[in-house]
């Protein structure tokens, strides 16, 4: 069964940047499509970025200002957060175990809080 560990959220100002990562362990991480999600404070949980054989794909949300890549050596999944706005307030999880492309995946992450002040 796959673990999942977010880290690098945290609280920043309006235009700032963030590096969120997720290491996966317990099976071979190469071959598996990623994903991040977010839930805003009162909010459901909705989608955000999803990596799946080199294709990319992100909500409209944050076209242009995040971007999802991996490290297969490393086990690991980045999304890069750059100009940040308060909306993106929320804690951020990441996703594997893909259920349909781009959206729908069935193991997740414990999340990571991420806080943008105006």
């Known amino acids: 069964q796959v673990q999942l560990v977010e880290s690098g959220g945290g609280s920043v100002q309006a235009g700032a940047s963030l590096r969120l990562s997720c290491a996966a362990s317990?099976?071979?991480?190469?071959?598996?499509?990623m994903a991040w999600f977010r839930q805003p404070p009162g909010k459901e949980r909705e989608f955000v970025a999803g990596i799946n054989s080199g294709r990319t794909y992100y909500a409209d949300s944050v076209k242009g200002r995040f971007a999802i890549s991996r490290d297969n050596a490393k086990n690991t999944v980045y999304l890069q957060m750059n100009t940040l706005k308060p909306d993106d307030t929320a804690v951020y999880y990441c996703?594997?175990?893909?259920?349909?492309?781009?959206?729908?995946?069935?193991?997740w992450g414990q999340g990571t809080q991420v806080t943008v002040s105006s």
């Open positions: 317990g099976r071979t991480f190469s071959s598996y499509a």
């Open positions: 996703a594997t175990d893909l259920i349909h492309w781009p959206e729908k995946f069935a193991s």
